[in-house]
């Protein structure tokens, strides 16, 4: 049983930062795990990873997963309404996972926006010409209801800032982690993104 399980791990090693090569880790005379390859990847909670986050690799597999879902709903039978919350539960929560983690440009955010119109209007549940701004708003005000991924991506990194910044007095790691977040440039900080966007 643990063969199978040893046969999946892979053993990568980095010193002060820097990709090194090591021997195979052997644990006993039948059993060894392998050195990961030069270009391959680990995954980390479902984040491709090795030196870093492979911040581009990972936006493309998030991407053609999203638009994936997406046309999956669009092709079902379900009416116009149960199409726009599946879409808000199965395919827009693909992207939401991601934020904070993967360096998401705002242009990109809005461009998936625009591709999710597009979509829509092929699958005729969207008329080219049809306001915007109601596709976005709650059924009960009047809209349509379908969640905007510019605006899922705000509230996430928002609320992410505002827990680094209650909890870090009483969690040590969400000290550790605010301090880092601190330390960051610009594009890589989900603290001074959250500033720009609060302004």
């Known amino acids: 049983m643990w063969n199978l399980y040893l046969k999946k791990c892979a053993k990568i090693a980095f010193k002060r930062g820097k990709l090194v090569h090591s ?8 059993r060894e795990i392998q050195e990961l390859e030069q270009e391959k990847t680990y995954k980390y909670l479902g984040i491709e990873e090795s030196e ?35 879409i808000g539960a199965l395919a827009v929560p693909v992207l939401r996972y991601s ?11 809005k461009k998936m926006d625009r591709k999710t119109r597009k979509m829509l209007t092929m699958y005729k549940m969207h008329h080219p010409k049809a306001d915007i701004d109601r596709l976005y708003v709650k059924r009960k005000e009047g ?5 905007q991924i510019e605006a ?3 509230a996430e990194i928002i609320n992410n800032v505002e ?13 550790i982690v605010r301090s880092h977040e601190s330390t960051q440039t ?3 900080s989900i603290i001074k993104t959250s500033a720009k966007m609060t302004e």
């Open 23 to 30: 021997q195979n880790l052997v644990t006993d005379i039948n």
């Open 52 to 86: 870093g986050i492979q911040n581009q690799q990972m936006k493309e597999r998030l991407k053609q997963e999203y638009s994936r879902r997406l046309r999956m709903i669009l092709k079902s039978e379900l009416n116009a309404r149960n199409k726009i919350t599946a």
């Open 99 to 109: 934020f904070g983690i993967i360096n998401w440009r705002t242009e990109e955010i």
């Open 143 to 147: 809209g349509r209801g379908l969640v």
């Open 152 to 154: 899922a991506y705000k």
């Open 163 to 175: 827990y680094l910044n209650t909890n870090y007095k009483e969690d040590q790691f969400v000290n």
């Open 186 to 188: 610009n594009m890589n």
